[in-house]
């Protein structure tokens, strides 16, 4: 049984799935986005408190959700190519980390200038938005990490390694909202129990969600493909593939 | 001194360093009371095989078993059982001879100053025993490494390049440490440039690049 | 006769503690940096005792933070560029306790005393001496947190060149939370509220860390060592 699972992580199959699944990835995750774009910015009722500009939630946050998923993925797949030694996890772990970094700076870019309207202020320093510029800084931490070796190989444990320790952050920001008096909403989708969002409001925002979700995994099958290439140039089915 | 149990496997070891492949599918055993001399041209990956031998550098593909166990399994016994010399005598500087060998051999087993005496005395450097090692020479370190060697009472003798730095009657000295460890049913492999003129049956591991 | 785990660790304790003694700049010389850094927020920000109590938490903190991170830098190197973290490694005990007895060593000698030194420190900058135990409470607490996660970090940079650098970038978000509590202890020390909360708060991220940490370094070690 481990034997498939093996075969199902060997790079020239990785490969072939990763460039496989990308093209129907951003396909669907096109359609996600355009629906919850029109329904969200224009379908939705504005919001009785804030009025127009609640509308930055529907870029706000999915990229806050997926700098969170990107992360865990990353330490995950980093986690499994330490433990098994699984190379391709490490290529998952490297073609994740920029990705998840960059949605984190959207996130908070976004979630700054959501705050002038919302607070009075483009930052303040409290737990959630605290966390998640750490989060931030963890990526640069890993990503770093990563190239700072001579040896890729090294590299990629070491980086794997640090992703792993860093992934207690992931519950803190989640929960920070509800441990801490925050400035930031609590929880409005992902808790138990129904969420306290009108039907309008909530689909357009799942479907951004579902659609960011989409888009993070074509640009890592994307990623994942060039990663797979540089790593396994020596191996022939590389050459052959490259020479047909 | 108790009869010496253990027996190295090494098989079909695959090693890569970034693009290079540095060992290719190494394979050897070896015995009480054989000494292996492993030889080959720069960077051919000797050093590496030592490493991967004491456990330090995991291969890609291949495996080292002691006893037949894999050591990966048997790390912390496996480990107990050899003594590692690396290419450099790997002294702190700031301790004197005794306590080096103190702090590195008193890791292994309960060992009474004397008996550190004792062995830095048969490697000549007995009175650089309370003498910082940073005022040794490079001679008198390696002398220093070995006489820590020869305190580990190990099975096992994982030696790189040991005749570095000692003049003739320095690298007499090693071959009759080697000679009296494989005469007493030790093991030892080897990391050398120059032959091994030993008066027992030495075999011989060319590595090619 | 072979050595236990308890013996090998004391072991390696007294080789930290004897190294450590012989090199007594190199011991000093985070105490004098930390006795520096608290000086220049004074000379930058205020001189006014009174504005500076309220400030005092947290420069204490940061002026704690970056010492350790100084010295955090000499935990592997000096070993590891001799080749004596080899033989360490190979000494038959495994690695963890190796990791335990050298970390705590480090701790001993630099969180510890970062802690006794705090008083003088918070004097100058006008923290009561009633908040003094609650301060170095906390700091002994953080400082020892700090060397775990400092001893992850340096294990995963040693050798590496910039490392100094590289190893703050990494453990200095890992130690925010740490700040955080830290800080927000003494500062409800001195203002008389109780520190309990936050207190409870770093206790808990030390057990965490002490727990887990040493596991992490250990495989962070061993990564190096390849």
């Known amino acids: 049984m481990w034997t498939w699972f093996y075969k199902l992580a060997s790079p020239p199959h990785v490969y072939t799935a990763a460039a496989a699944l990308a093209p129907w990835f951003l396909g669907l995750a096109a359609i996600g986005i355009g629906y919850g774009l029109v329904a969200g910015l224009v379908f939705a009722p504005p919001d009785y408190q804030q009025g127009d500009a609640f509308r930055i939630i529907y870029v706000h946050a999915p990229s806050a959700w997926m700098s969170l998923f990107a992360y865990t993925t990353m330490a995950v797949a980093g986690a499994i190519a330490l433990i098994w030694r699984i190379k391709m996890g490490h290529a998952v772990a490297a073609a994740s980390a920029p990705i998840g970094a960059s949605f984190t700076l959207l996130a908070l870019v976004t979630g700054s200038l959501w705050g002038r309207p919302m607070w009075g202020t483009y930052w303040a320093w409290d737990p959630r938005l605290t966390s998640e510029l750490i989060l931030l800084f963890l990526y640069a931490g890993v990503m770093s990490l990563r190239s700072a070796f001579e040896d890729p190989a090294r590299g990629d444990r070491a980086a794997a390694l640090l992703g792993v320790v860093g992934l207690v952050n992931v519950p803190i920001i989640h929960y920070s909202v509800l441990w801490w008096n925050s400035l930031h909403q609590?929880?409005?989708?992902?808790?138990?129990?129904?969420?306290?969002?009108?039907?309008?409001?909530?689909?357009?925002?799942?479907?951004?969600?579902?659609?960011?979700?989409?888009?993070?995994?074509?640009?890592?099958?994307?990623?994942?493909?060039?990663e797979v290439l540089n790593r396994e140039r020596q191996a022939k089915w590389v050459r052959e593939a490259i020479q047909s | 001194?108790?009869?010496?149990?253990?027996?190295?496997?090494?098989?079909?070891?695959?090693?890569?360093?970034?693009?290079?492949?540095?060992?290719?599918?190494?394979?050897?055993?070896?015995?009480?009371?054989?000494?292996?001399?492993?030889?080959?041209?720069?960077?051919?990956?000797?050093?590496?095989?030592?490493?991967?031998?004491?456990?330090?550098?995991?291969?890609?593909?291949?495996?080292?078993?002691?006893?037949?166990?894999?050591?990966?399994?048997?790390?912390?016994?496996?480990?107990?059982?050899?003594?590692?010399?690396?290419?450099?005598?790997?002294?702190?500087?700031?301790?004197?001879?005794?306590e080096n060998l103190r702090f590195s051999v008193g890791l292994k087993r309960r060992v009474a100053p004397a008996e550190l005496r004792a062995s830095l005395e048969r490697t000549g450097v007995a009175a650089c025993a309370d003498l910082p090692v940073r005022v040794l020479s490079a001679g008198q370190r390696r002398r220093v490494a070995l006489a820590r060697v020869l305190a580990m009472a190990a099975s096992l003798w994982l030696l790189d390049e040991p005749f570095t730095n000692l003049d003739a009657a320095g690298a007499d000295l090693v071959s009759g440490l080697l000679q009296s460890h494989a005469a007493q049913g030790g093991l030892a492999l080897v990391v050398a440039h120059h032959d091994l003129k030993l008066d027992c049956p030495v075999r011989r591991l060319e590595l090619a690049a | 006769m072979k050595v236990g785990a308890w013996g090998a660790m004391i072991l390696v304790v007294r080789r930290e503690l004897c190294l450590s003694f012989r090199r007594p700049d190199q011991l000093l010389q985070p105490l004098v940096f930390f006795l520096i850094v608290t000086t220049l927020f004074p000379l930058g920000l205020t001189l006014q005792l009174s504005l500076l109590r309220d400030m005092a938490p947290g420069v204490l903190w940061v002026a704690a933070l970056l010492s350790s991170l100084l010295s955090l830098d000499s935990l592997f190197k000096s070993d590891a560029d001799d080749g004596t973290l080899e033989q360490l490694a190979l000494c038959g005990q495994g690695l963890t306790v190796i990791v335990v007895a050298k970390t705590f060593a480090h701790w001993l000698v630099s969180g510890a005393a970062l802690v006794l030194v705090s008083p003088v420190v918070a004097t100058a900058l006008g923290i009561p001496v009633g908040a003094f135990s609650i301060m170095m409470l906390s700091l002994g607490l953080g400082t020892l947190t700090l060397s775990w996660l400092g001893a992850i970090g340096a294990a995963l940079t040693v050798g590496l060149r910039r490392g100094n650098v590289l190893l703050s970038l990494i453990v200095l978000p890992l130690a925010m939370p740490l700040l955080i509590f830290g800080a927000g202890a003494t500062d409800r020390a001195i203002s008389g509220v109780s520190p309990a909360g936050a207190l409870y708060f770093l206790a808990a991220l030390c057990v965490f860390t002490c727990t887990l940490a040493p596991f992490a370094a250990t495989v962070a070690l061993r990564i190096t060592l390849e």
């Open chain 1, 186 to 226: 609590g929880a409005t989708v992902a808790k138990l129990g129904r969420p306290s969002m009108p039907g309008s409001m909530l689909w357009p925002l799942l479907s951004m969600l579902l659609g960011f979700m989409l888009f993070y995994g074509a640009v890592l099958c994307t990623r994942l493909q060039g």
């Open chain 2, 1 to 98: 001194m108790k009869r010496v149990v253990g027996e190295l496997g090494v098989e079909k070891v695959h090693v890569w360093r970034g693009d290079r492949h540095v060992l290719k599918g190494v394979s050897l055993t070896l015995r009480p009371g054989e000494i292996l001399h492993v030889s080959g041209p720069n960077g051919t990956g000797k050093t590496t095989l030592l490493r991967v031998v004491c456990g330090l550098l995991r291969p890609e593909q291949g495996r080292v078993s002691w006893l037949g166990k894999s050591i990966a399994a048997i790390r912390d016994e496996y480990q107990a059982a050899l003594a590692y010399a690396s290419h450099e005598p790997a002294l702190k500087g700031d301790l004197t001879a005794l």
